[in-house]
């Protein structure tokens, strides 16, 4: 069982969640993030005075998933949230020790 | 809105002693539309532009300034300004408007209107000051400022200009003098004397909600309809021409703000444009009843051109945390427009010629311009001075700023008890 987390541009999620519902992810967790990255920030002009804005604003998401159908999901966040240019964001993968589903108290890959 | 009195001073008094129920009408359209400015407009537009945390700090500013003020020019204020033959103050003879009944007129109107009127002006152009020093300023020392300030400089200069003193033959139709440059030069001296916010030219202080800002904004381009349209203190030809002459200067103010800055910087900004419109109503006030539309638009051009570089200026090559831009806009905007209205005033300048002086007596540019100068040295020299006095002494006092942490903090939680969002 994996933990995927993605940083992705807000815009993309829509899009993101639509493809991921078609091949079935069993859910998702979304939390909007501000961060910085290659993309840096970006600056706004307020009567003349420039701010730059250091912590640009993502969505993370997070998705727990077993080991099959890993590469399709990561290829499916890829391949709709890659627009090439600096900010698309990243995924990262980690390890889950245990799941628990609270309603039935199911465990692990049945609690996927 | 002196012309009530030269008719007064007219062999045909009986005229003027008769109450018009349309001038009545208007006029109290217009008190209500320049409240509006104050509560919300003005207070909106200052809230959305300091942070989060300050918001309430803002709006309660502006409404306490608008409570105290009110009892205040009840109480005395209206007496200063326009009672007495003085040419620097009025008298106390209409203490607590003590001559003011339900028959008393004004010109044309109800004097209780006329009172109210007045009113009005006297609370936003403390209200416009706060822009001087938000973000930073103890509510106590508000309060303080604004009341004393109202005695001191405000009640003075209305009664020198409009009250029968010494600037009488000034043209200022609405306040280019008695509130926009008078709140421009306190708020500057106030930002100077209070220094600037721990963050300025630091880290970015950029305003929370822009929303909030625009609304209050396209509320006082509205009211100022009132503020002006209202100066002619009657219902006629004066007061649809002011508001014709200020509809044009605010369009031209936004329109030139933005194209400049869209060339200048690459984008036109929302907080630019009605920045530039704002400085096209602040500098065509003095001129509104005097000149023409063409005139107007000439007017919001060069408001909309100068105001923007003004604003540069202070805040990054003087240094000066003027927080809301305050004496950039209003100050230098009054300024501009009360020597402007000395051209634009003529008749004799073809399509761009304005209406004449009070009463419509053609006016010579040039002489025009001197007494138009005068007051303007004279305003602003004495708002500089007397408000930099009423500063130093409350400093002594009560103290003027929260301590840097409130400050880090925001003053809503520390001044208030309160949070302007709980989301």
Request: proline share 2%; charged share 10%; net charge positive.
């Given at each position: 069982m994996k933990l995927v987390t993605a940083i992705l541009r807000p815009e993309n999620l829509d899009k993101v969640r639509e493809a991921l519902c078609d091949v079935d992810i069993p859910g998702m967790t979304v939390t909007e993030v501000k961060g910085f990255g290659k993309q840096k920030g970006h600056t706004e002009l307020?009567?003349?005075t420039e701010f730059t804005v250091e912590f640009v604003?993502?969505?993370?998401?997070?998705?727990?998933?077993s080991n099959k159908n890993l590469d399709l999901l990561i290829n499916t966040i890829s391949d709709i949230a890659r627009s090439g240019k600096k900010g698309d964001g990243k995924i990262f993968v980690t390890d889950i020790e245990k799941v628990v589903r609270i309603r039935t108290g199911e465990t692990d890959h049945d609690a996927l | 809105m002196k012309k009530f009195i030269l008719l007064a001073l007219l062999p045909m008094t009986a005229f003027a002693d008769v109450i018009n129920g349309a001038d009545t009408a208007w006029i109290m359209t217009s008190t209500a539309l320049v409240l509006f400015m104050t509560l919300p407009g003005l207070a909106l537009f200052y809230g959305g532009l300091v942070r989060?945390?300050?918001?309430?700090?803002?709006?309660?500013?502006?409404f306490a300034i608008a409570g105290i003020v009110s009892i205040l020019w009840f109480v005395a204020g209206y007496s200063l300004a326009f009672s007495g033959d003085?040419?620097?103050?009025?008298n106390l003879s209409n203490f607590m408007l003590a001559q003011v009944s339900i028959d008393s007129v004004s010109g044309s109107i109800p004097e209780s209107l006329f009172a109210m009127f007045q009113m009005?002006?006297?609370i936003i152009t403390p209200a416009l000051i706060v822009g001087g020093f938000a973000e930073r300023m103890k509510f106590s020392a508000v309060l303080l400022f604004s009341s004393i300030w109202l005695f001191v400089v405000y009640a003075p200069i209305t009664h020198w200009v409009w009250g029968g003193g010494w600037l009488g033959d000034t043209l200022d139709y609405a306040g280019g003098t008695v509130v926009h440059i008078t709140a421009g030069v306190a708020a500057l001296v106030a930002a100077i004397v209070l220094g600037p916010r721990q963050e300025f030219l630091k880290k970015p202080i950029p305003p929370h909600n822009m929303t909030m800002t625009f609304i209050?904004?396209?509320m006082l381009w509205v009211g100022w309809f009132g503020f002006n349209g209202g100066s002619a203190l009657s219902a006629g030809g004066d007061a649809a021409m002011a508001i014709l002459a200020t509809h044009i200067s605010a369009a031209a103010g936004a329109m030139t703000?933005?194209?400049?800055e869209w060339v200048k910087f690459g984008k036109p900004t929302a907080l630019g444009s009605v920045t530039g419109m704002v400085a096209g109503l602040g500098t065509i006030t003095p001129a509104s009843g005097f000149v023409g539309p063409a005139g107007a638009l000439v007017i919001g051009i060069i408001a909309g051109a100068v105001c923007f570089n003004a604003v540069i200026m202070i805040k990054q090559k003087f240094k000066i945390d003027d927080s809301l831009d305050v004496f950039p806009v209003h100050g230098v905007g009054g300024i501009?427009?009360?020597?402007?209205v000395g051209f634009f005033a003529s008749k004799e300048l073809g399509i761009f010629s304005g209406q004449g002086g009070w009463g419509h007596e053609a006016i010579v540019i040039s002489d025009q311009l001197q007494i138009q100068l005068t007051a303007v040295v004279a305003t602003a020299a004495y708002t500089a001075l007397a408000t930099f006095v009423i500063l130093k002494i409350i400093d002594v006092v009560t103290g003027l700023r929260v301590d840097s942490q409130t400050e880090t903090q925001g003053l809503d939680l520390d001044s208030h008890g309160e949070t302007g969002y709980n989301l």
């Open positions: 307020y009567r003349g604003h993502k969505v993370k998401l997070e998705i727990a998933i | 989060s945390n300050n918001i309430l700090s803002v709006l309660m500013q502006c003085n040419p620097f103050i009025g009005t002006f006297a209050g904004a396209a703000w933005m194209f400049y501009c427009g009360t020597i402007l």
